[in-house]
């Protein structure tokens, strides 16, 4: 098949990789001409995936109607704040029968629309089509160095989702199809919000216990957000919802967890996102979700204090004394969310 990765960070040169060892013609899209000389010329991409080698077979080039024109498959695998424009811009050339994926994961601020959702509405009457959602527990890095990796792929086309399972299955790349496109795209973007405070609690130095109950409780407002747009509550225990949760939670490799470690040991969220120079998309996805529960009047207090943290220059302590502080609550009303059968 030929297949156009829309975007050259750490996750789309993974996942072109993947691609390319399952026999697949990859185009690799770019907007940077030191980036794509470096990828065709020296088969390497430092800034985000040092000291591994990408396959030849991966042409990368800055010529977004050249990348796409003939592509049985489009992945976009951009920032969500990078998503429109770039939707905009690949839009024009989208041939009529091509297979739309995307593998992005973050909640849009002030319309709060899923990426799905924002891609969508970019896309023009004429091409408009069902779009494949891949996401799960899943580092590049990993990825990159072909360990075990079991990610989700959703559509509103079962029989897409089917196509694009085939597309990406190999020996280290296993794929599952879920039909609950809500509750995948929800499950991706809400984990790296608790990402940020469990960085942010070892960051402060609080220890096992106080990560155990974020993650869960954390879980809690994942499922109770997610119900509430029309999600199935048992997509949150899969990959997509748990999978991703630990991962992103346990893991240096994640820059929501890195960003989290660097606020909670003291720094400025101006000066930590200098220091990264790549997207945390957690602290986007932050503001969204802190519209979007007070909109639908959805608690999320893990959320909020994080909200006050990175947007309101909150103490980080103060922020998890008044979340400790908090009124007496049952714990079985998140349970019985998840396993009530009329849900």
């Not at 049985?72 to 029968?97: C, G, H, N």
């Not at 995948?184 to 220890?207: C, M, P, R, T």
């Not at 029309?230 to 967890?257: E, K, M, Y």
Request: glycine share 8%.
């Amino acid at each position: 098949m030929n297949v156009a990765v829309i975007g050259a960070g750490s996750w789309g040169t993974a996942l072109a990789l993947v691609l390319a060892d399952n026999g697949h013609q990859v185009k690799l899209w770019t907007r940077r001409r030191e980036q794509a000389e470096e990828l065709n010329k020296y088969h390497t991409n430092e800034m985000y995936l040092p000291k591994r080698t990408i396959p030849a077979s991966i042409v990368a080039t800055t010529d977004i109607e050249n990348c796409v024109r003939a592509a049985d498959y489009i992945l976009l695998v951009v920032p969500t704040q990078a998503m429109r424009e770039t939707v905009k811009k690949v839009s024009p050339f989208i041939p009529q029968e091509a297979v739309l994926i995307h593998a992005s994961k973050g909640i849009e601020p002030d319309t709060h629309l899923r990426v799905s959702e924002m891609i969508a509405e970019e896309l023009p009457d004429e091409s408009k089509r069902p779009i494949v959602v891949l996401s799960g527990p899943s580092h590049a890095e990993e990825v990159s160095d072909r360990k075990p990796t079991t990610v989700t792929v959703s559509s509103t086309s079962i029989q897409l989702a089917e196509k694009v399972q085939d597309l990406f299955m190999n020996h280290y790349f296993r794929v599952y199809t879920n039909k609950d496109i809500i509750g995948v795209e929800i499950g991706g973007a809400l984990k790296n919000i608790i990402a940020l405070g469990i960085g942010l609690n070892d960051g402060l130095g609080y220890g096992d216990n106080a990560k155990a109950a974020l993650m869960t409780r954390g879980l809690a407002e994942i499922v109770r957000l997610g119900v509430n747009l029309g999600a199935n509550p048992l997509t949150f225990t899969g990959l997509t919802g748990l999978g991703d949760l630990i991962v992103t939670c346990t893991s240096q490799h994640s820059r929501n967890w890195r960003a989290g470690y660097k606020i909670g040991s003291g720094k400025s969220v101006t000066e930590v996102l200098e220091e990264m120079d790549m997207v945390v998309e957690g602290i986007r996805t932050t503001k969204a979700v802190h519209e979007l529960s007070k909109r639908l009047q959805v608690d999320m207090p893990i959320t909020n204090a994080l909200y006050t943290v990175l947007f309101e220059d909150a103490s980080p302590v103060e922020a998890a004394q008044q979340l400790m502080k908090r009124g007496r609550k049952q714990e079985e009303e998140h349970l019985s969310l998840l396993f009530d059968k009329n849900n």
